[in-house]
């Protein structure tokens, strides 16, 4: 049986719009949950950092007394410290890591604190410590937000992945609807 061309290349044009827009919808709604979780899992984060820059400012005022009980700055205590051997070189080293990090920690608590989830969006930067991220994530429940700002941040999640795929699909269809022209132009 011949089926004429036309109706072969509009049902494989048909099945072609209905599998992207199945999709980009698909894509799409992924994208709303998973954004619509930002809120939530910031909130998780900031709770994490202001409890890791408080553990290490802890350690850092024994380090502090440590080096005031021996009559030294904390910097020339260190430099003392590093010099006394390679167990004491090591503990050095750790010392100077716990000071660097409580300094970019805090510098980081001090830009989220008080912002709400959109400026906390904007300030996502300050929010890249692996190790908190990671222990946030674990303690972290997705659950369907039922807030203004989960509904903006899903909606956002949502026509932004929508676009992005309508964007990348539109691409490749006109880059194929090149190439066909251009081969069938030659037969």
């Known amino acids: 049986m011949h ?10 044009l048909w099945v072609d719009k209905m599998i992207t827009r199945a999709l980009t919808m698909a ?10 979780q930002f809120p939530e899992f910031s909130q998780q984060y900031m709770q994490r950092l202001g ?3 408080d553990e290490l400012s802890r350690q850092i005022t024994r380090y ?3 080096a005031a009980d021996v009559d030294m700055t904390l910097a020339a205590y260190l430099d003392q ?6 167990l004491a070189k090591t503990q ?21 604190e008080g912002a709400g989830p959109f400026m906390r969006a904007k300030l996502a930067s300050h929010m890249g410590d692996r190790d908190i991220a990671k ?31 309508a964007g990348i699909i539109a ?8 190439l066909r022209g251009a081969v069938l132009r030659k037969a």
């Open 171 to 178: 691409f490749f269809r006109r880059l194929w609807r090149g």
């Open 81 to 86: 410290l590093s010099q006394e051997g390679a």
């Open 3 to 12: 089926v004429p061309r036309p109706i072969l290349v509009g049902a494989f």
């Open 135 to 165: 222990r946030a994530f674990e303690a972290y429940k997705p659950a369907v937000p039922a807030t203004f700002e989960g509904a903006m941040f899903a909606g956002t999640g949502f026509f932004g992945v929508w676009a992005f795929l």
């Open 27 to 36: 894509g799409a709604v992924t994208g709303a949950l998973g954004l619509s």
């Open 51 to 53: 409890g890791a820059v």
């Open 64 to 66: 502090e007394a440590d």
């Open 92 to 112: 050095s080293e750790n010392m100077a890591f716990d000071i660097a990090r409580h300094a970019r920690l805090s510098q980081d608590l001090a830009a989220l």
